[in-house]
C-alpha cells in the first residue's frame, strides 16, 4: 500500500476558502427586486432607512416622504432570470382585488419576466382599468372606506418564485386545468364589495391611500404556479414630512446660513479680544 503525505493548506487555499465564504453572504443578502416609489410631481422618492427595527432575513425595510394629493406608482424591478410574482398590498388591502391582503400566495399577483419591471399606478378596477393612487389622510383612504386600517401608510410587497414544473405532465390534469373558470377579476369580491358605516378615526399626523381617477392600465392573465413560501419581503412606511422630522427619520434641524444669517459685521481674529 502506497502511503500518503498530507500537506496543510496553504495560504492560497485559505483565502480561496475566504472568498468563498464572502461570496456566499454576498448572494445570501442580494435583494431579488427592487421597489420604488414614484410620485407624479417628484419622481422616484428617497428612502430612509428603517433604524432600530428588527430585520428579519428576506424581509427590507425603510421610510418615504408622502406628499398631500400626489399621485404616486409603486415600481418593482425584476433582479433575476426567472419570472416571479407579485403581491403587493398598499395599507394593508391587495391592489388588485381590493381584499385585506396576508401577502400570501393564494392571493391575487402580478407576474414579472426575466430581468423585467413593472409599475403599478392604481387599485384595478378591470382588466384595463386602475384608480389612481394618491396620498391622503387616512379617513380619505380606500382602506379606511373598509373598516380597515390595521397597515395604514404601508406598502408591502411580497416576492414569490415560480414552481419547477415537472417535464411530464397529466394530460387529463392539464385539460382540466384548462377548462377550470378563470379567477373573478374587476372590482373587490362580496368581502370588500363595498364600504362599512364607519371607519375608526386614526392620528392626525398619519398617511393614507385614496382612490383616485380612473387611468387606462391594460394587463394580461398568465398561468403562474407560486412556491408556498415567500422569498422576500419589501415594506415601505409612507409619512408626513413633519412626522419622519419628529421621528428623527430625516434631519430638520435649522442650520445657520452663512452668506445670510450673519450681522454683517467682521469678527475680531481668533485670539484677539476688545
Known amino acids: 500500500m502506497e502511503r500518503t503525505h498530507r500537506r496543510a493548506p496553504g495560504p492560497g487555499i485559505l483565502v480561496i476558502a475566504s472568498a468563498v465564504l464572502l461570496l456566499g453572504a454576498a448572494a445570501a443578502t442580494a435583494a431579488i427586486v427592487d421597489v420604488d416609489v414614484v410620485g407624479d410631481t417628484r419622481g422616484t422618492l428617497p428612502e430612509y432607512g428603517a433604524a432600530g427595527r428588527v430585520r428579519a432575513a428576506g ?142 378615526q386614526r392620528k392626525s399626523d398619519d398617511a393614507g391611500t385614496g382612490f383616485g381617477e380612473e387611468h387606462h392600465s391594460p394587463v394580461v392573465r398568465v398561468e403562474f404556479e407560486p412556491e408556498t413560501r415567500v422569498a422576500e419581503r419589501h415594506f415601505l412606511k409612507y409619512e408626513w414630512r413633519e412626522t419622519l422630522c419628529r421621528k428623527a427619520v430625516i434631519d430638520c434641524r435649522w442650520s445657520k446660513n452663512r452668506f445670510w444669517d450673519d450681522d454683517g459685521y467682521a469678527p475680531y481674529p481668533p485670539g484677539r479680544s476688545r
Not at 106 to 126: A, F, K, N, Q, V
Open 59 to 200: 424581509t427590507q425595510r425603510a421610510y418615504v416622504e408622502a406628499l398631500r394629493e400626489e399621485r404616486y406608482a409603486v415600481r418593482v424591478t425584476n433582479r433575476t432570470g426567472e419570472r416571479i410574482g407579485l403581491v403587493i398590498a398598499v395599507d394593508g388591502r391587495n391592489i388588485i382585488s381590493g381584499k385585506k391582503s396576508h401577502l400570501r400566495p393564494d392571493e391575487r399577483m402580478y407576474i414579472l419576466p426575466p430581468h423585467g419591471s413593472g409599475t403599478y399606478e392604481g387599485w384595478r378596477t378591470d382588466r384595463d382599468t386602475v384608480n389612481r393612487f394618491y396620498f391622503t389622510d387616512p379617513g380619505d383612504s380606500y382602506a379606511a372606506a373598509f373598516g380597515d386600517t390595521s397597515a395604514m401608510g404601508v406598502v408591502a410587497v411580497a416576492v414569490y418564485r415560480e414552481k419547477e414544473i415537472p417535464v411530464a405532465l397529466d394530460l387529463r390534469e392539464s385539460r382540466e386545468r384548462n377548462n377550470a373558470p378563470a379567477p373573478r377579476g374587476g372590482a373587490p369580491e362580496a368581502e370588500s364589495a363595498g364600504p362599512r358605516a364607519a371607519a375608526p
